[in-house]
């Protein structure tokens, strides 16, 4: 009886002993770039103003999505010297040590709508029955609005573009057909460089039917449809 006590209290040290073994190994294994970002992400408090899934602020561009949208080599150019890129942004210029904007870069690389668990929030109910409305959730989404500006009304610069801007999509229904405009979405699109023997510009139009269903591509384009405004009398026949 006594061997059996002493066996038992035996075992439960190695147990325990084997537990923090384990415990410390797992708080010193190196942490991915993707994990140091996260941390970086939430230290400088970016989700005062950003939002990744379900969680931030609506002040500046929904982040969700960033890592389908732009490459790695726009994200560090921006967290370098967002300035340099768009000299009226708000966004303050946190002077990162390179190594924080590396794993800053690799963190928001790696956001392509995971965040997002369960239900996507344009998938509500009530959204089904107003396609318009839900194509504006997606459009808010999506960050469709860090592009093509709040409402679709433009503004945000690309490099060697014709005028230097990434294109307004608030007239969008004056150029395309429903089904032109929905292709384009689905098939995302390459801007025309304006000197041929210049940069490619950094910023493209991704391919969107890489993750959205052709109804939710629908959907969206009946919204950018909707933000025409109504035509004046000088517009009219």
Request: hydrophobic share 35%.
């Amino acid at each position: 009886m006594i061997h059996n006590n002493r066996a038992k209290k035996l075992f439960a040290a190695v147990a325990a002993a084997c537990s923090l073994f384990l415990q410390a190994c797992r708080q010193s294994a190196p942490r991915t770039p993707e994990e140091l970002g996260r941390g970086a992400y939430f230290s400088f408090n970016c989700n005062r103003c950003h939002r990744i899934g379900h969680m931030g602020n609506t002040d500046a561009p929904d982040l969700t999505f960033v890592g389908f949208r732009h490459t790695k080599e726009w994200l560090d150019l921006w967290m370098r010297d967002s300035k340099s890129w768009k000299k009226d942004t708000v966004m303050p210029d946190f002077h990162l040590e390179p190594v924080t904007r590396e794993n800053l870069v690799a963190y928001m690389a790696s956001l392509k709508g995971q965040g997002l668990e369960g239900e996507r929030p344009w998938n509500e109910a009530k959204l089904l029955k107003d396609p318009v409305k839900r194509g504006a959730v997606l459009y808010e989404r999506l960050g469709c609005a860090a592009c093509h500006g709040r409402n679709g009304q433009g503004g945000y610069p690309n490099n060697n573009v014709a005028g230097g801007k990434i294109p307004a999509v608030i007239y969008a229904a004056d150029g395309y057909s429903r089904e032109e405009l929905a292709n384009l979405i689905r098939k995302g699109r390459r801007p025309e460089k304006e000197k041929p023997d210049g940069l490619e510009p950094m910023i493209t139009m991704p391919a969107w039917g890489d993750i959205l269903s052709d109804d939710e591509i629908g959907a969206l384009a009946g919204y950018l449809y909707s933000l025409r405004p109504p035509m004046s009398k000088e517009d009219q026949w």
